[in-house]
């Protein structure tokens, strides 16, 4: 029996951690001997380069004039169709319920019962699409179709079972790390290239929606500063940038805020900080706080959704109630000015990453969901 397969995968190919997750997921499949297609409307940013085994299929979206929204949803259930047929897909591998999950249903409808779907669930789509009244028959059936689910967090679990009334199997599958890529890297250089002395380094990274709270991490810097001599590095943009901008200026912190935008070697960028902080209002996993763990930055981080999954209080990093801004500050405080933990707790977060979210463990787990759908095992 030929045990490689063949695997198309959707994602949203654009920054993001559920991107990465399945972008990296697919190189490490192909890397292993398997074939995957990427079906998608551009190409995946964390693909980079060639790779042999890997696939990219773009679903191009014709705009007619009675249409008063392209149907991009229609269009990539009829792509995903076509290359299962063409290529023999064994399965199709989706990220987010809607509308991949939904798309793939369809695609389903139109290759024959033979071609399996796996819907992983990463957050907004279960958080806040689910409570959507306007999506979620859709949602629903299109995780009670597939032909297995996997989210990326107990929590996540555990919400999509309460907002969405689900009973079925839901498998759990971590967010990951390469090790080969994520480990603490040689930054002094950068660092002197910045001014940054002796300053503490702390650092956030992300989209800068509001359910990040960037506002937090500058209110806890304030406090920090104002003990500990700091600078905080700002890496991402969003709908917030703005908002924080100003309140930077207000509390006169200019001169030690130091704004990055987008960034794409985050090893590198990340292993600068002595801190990361996560504090947000919702978060299924917080794949920034896996990477920065395995290039030895402890997070300090909120209360929220799947991060104390992932954050051993305490061990890798401190966790505060949402909003507690004092109790963030204090715990930063403490690590900053006791050499002796820092240290410890930077053995501690590689050990973790390494051991608990590695890439190796995580690709076998979705390898075997892949074959027991299809009957393989
Ligand atoms: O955090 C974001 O806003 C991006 C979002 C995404 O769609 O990529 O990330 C979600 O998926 C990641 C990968 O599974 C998780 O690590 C993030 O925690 C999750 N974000 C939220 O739940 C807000």
New binding site residues.
């Given amino acids: 029996m030929d045990t490689m397969l063949k695997i198309g995968i959707t994602c ?1 190919p654009s ?7 399945a972008t990296e997921l697919g190189k490490l499949l192909a890397e292993k001997g398997h074939e995957v297609h990427f079906i998608s409307h551009s190409v995946p940013f964390r693909l980079g380069t060639f790779h042999k085994n890997i696939f990219y299929h773009e679903v191009e979206v014709n705009d007619y004039y009675v249409f008063k929204y392209p149907p991009y949803d229609l269009t990539l259930a009829n792509k995903m169709a076509q290359v299962a047929k063409m290529q023999q897909l064994d399965v199709l591998h989706v ?2 319920a809607v509308p991949h999950a939904v798309c793939a249903f369809l695609a389903k409808q139109m290759v024959g019962e033979h071609l399996k779907v796996v819907t ?1 669930l ?4 279960i ?1 806040v699409l689910a409570q959507d009244e306007s999506l979620k028959d859709l949602i629903r059936l299109a995780i009670n179709e597939s032909d297995a689910v996997t989210a ?2 107990r929590d ?1 679990i555990r919400e999509t079972r309460e907002l969405l009334d689900i009973t079925r199997d839901i498998d759990l599958t971590y ?1 990951f790390v390469d090790k080969r890529v994520y480990y603490p890297r040689e930054i002094q250089q950068l660092c002197d290239d910045f001014g940054f002395g002796d300053d503490r380094i702390i650092m956030h990274i ?2 800068f ?1 509001p ?2 709270r960037v506002g937090d991490v500058v209110e806890a810097f304030a406090r920090i500063n104002s003990e500990v001599p700091s600078r905080l590095v700002l890496v991402g943009e969003g709908p917030d940038l703005p908002k924080i901008q100003w309140r930077i200026q207000e509390l006169g912190l200019t001169e030690r805020v130091h704004f990055l935008g987008k960034q794409d070697d985050i090893p590198q960028v990340i292993s600068m900080a002595d801190i990361l902080m996560l504090p ?1 209002e ?9 990477e920065a763990m395995a290039c030895g930055v402890p997070t300090i981080g909120s209360r929220a ?3 104390p999954e992932l954050i051993v209080h305490g061990e890798t990093g401190y966790l505060s109630s949402i909003g507690d801004t004092e109790d963030m500050a204090q715990h930063a405080i403490q690590l900053l000015t006791n050499p002796a933990l820092m240290e410890q707790m930077r053995q501690n977060c590689i050990t973790r990453a390494t051991e608990q979210f590695s890439n190796d463990a995580m690709m076998e787990k979705y390898e075997q969901i892949y074959y027991r759908v299809l009957g393989r095992q």
């Fill in positions: 949203y920054l993001g951690g559920s991107g990465v997750v990220h987010y992983t990463h957050g907004t789509d958080t990326v967090s996540l967010n992300s989209n929606r359910v990040k947000s919702k978060e299924s996993f917080g794949l920034v706080a896996l959704g799947g991060i």
